[in-house]
């Protein structure tokens, strides 16, 4: 998971040092096709079966579809946008879907575990407020990427016990190629910002190899880190990545988030740790209940 921390904030870095030159449908195409040639090698190697249900096709469409879209937003933003400020944004999902599985599965959550993620909410709109004065309404976009991203973790709790992590992956890229490269084919000669494609420079190619091959490390990093620990023991490590990133974009582009979004930084990382230390003293209560002897 640390290592996860270390590489995804990379991943972001070359996003934004290729938006420089590169359409963002471009960037975000680049993501998955790449992901997907990396993939195939350790697919073979692995000896891992890509036969799909039925019933797993539409699932794995939508997933592929909620992470395009988080992808290309999340690229949008930190375009212009220092990527401390946009990751922290992005870190509203774990609310969000605490929230969505309160009200709409009826999953039991606490009081406290609710108003941690109401706390967290108010921290985005520190880093918001700031953004927004600066960067206008660029500053919301990382929200789109916070639902599309806690909805996509919904589809993965349910698929991941039904599908092997590294054909899931695979088959993510693959439709997710599969939907932006007839995009940038239509909209090539358009003069559209984000999605005419352009012949990258030789530093531009590196940029866009670099995009996928991090995306691709990072998430296998998250997947495996995920297969040895429970995700209650590994959650809090993701943290790190915030940072993790602050310390990149200060260093790469001479970003660093001013005070008011500092203040909210800490405010949603605060916030997070204290829902993942309820998270376990509820399940360890659970088990005690259960393990319990009769009277």
């Given amino acids: 998971m640390l290592g996860f921390c270390l590489t995804a904030p990379l991943l972001d870095v070359a996003a934004k040092l290729a938006s420089a030159s590169v359409p963002i449908g471009q960037i975000t195409a680049a993501r998955f096709v790449v992901?997907?040639?990396l993939m195939a090698p350790v697919i073979f190697v692995m000896g891992v079966s890509l036969r799909l249900q039925k019933d797993h096709v539409l699932t794995?469409?939508?997933?592929?579809?909620l992470l395009l879209f988080a992808t290309f937003c999340f690229i949008t933003a930190i375009r212009v946008m220092p990527l401390a400020d946009a990751l922290a944004i992005v870190f509203v999902a774990p609310f969000i879907v605490l929230l969505v599985g309160k009200f709409y599965f009826g999953e039991d959550v606490g009081p406290r575990r609710v108003g941690a993620a109401l706390v967290g909410?108010?921290?985005v709109l520190f880093v918001i407020q700031p953004s927004f004065a600066a960067f206008g309404i660029v500053a919301v976009i990382p929200l789109g990427t916070a639902v599309a991203f806690a909805f996509y973790i919904l589809l993965t709790r349910g698929l991941s016990r039904q599908m092997h992590p590294v054909a899931m992956q695979f088959h993510t890229g693959l439709i997710a190629s599969l939907f932006c490269i007839p995009?940038?084919?239509f909209a090539k000669g358009s003069?559209?910002?984000l999605f005419d494609s352009v012949w990258p420079s030789d530093t531009a190619w590196l940029w866009l190899f670099a995009v996928g091959f991090f995306?691709?490390?990072s998430h296998m990093m998250m997947t495996y880190a995920l297969s040895f620990?429970?995700?209650?023991?590994?959650?809090?490590?993701?943290y790190f990545e915030l940072p993790v990133a602050t310390i990149f974009g200060y260093l790469v582009f001479s970003d660093f988030p001013n005070t008011l979004s500092l203040i909210g930084i800490c405010i949603i990382i605060a916030a997070g740790l204290y829902m993942i230390h309820r998270e376990r003293v509820t399940a360890k209560q659970l088990i005690t209940t259960r393990a319990a002897p009769p009277i």
Avoid: K, N
């Avoid at 794995?60 to 579809?65: D, F, K, P, V």
């Fill in 35 to 37: 992901q997907c040639i």
């Fill in 191 to 193: 003069g559209s910002d």
């Fill in 121 to 123: 909410f108010l921290g």
């Fill in 229 to 238: 620990a429970p995700s209650a023991t590994l959650a809090p490590l993701q």
């Fill in 183 to 185: 995009v940038l084919i």
């Fill in 60 to 65: 794995l469409t939508a997933r592929a579809i």
């Fill in 215 to 217: 995306a691709t490390v």
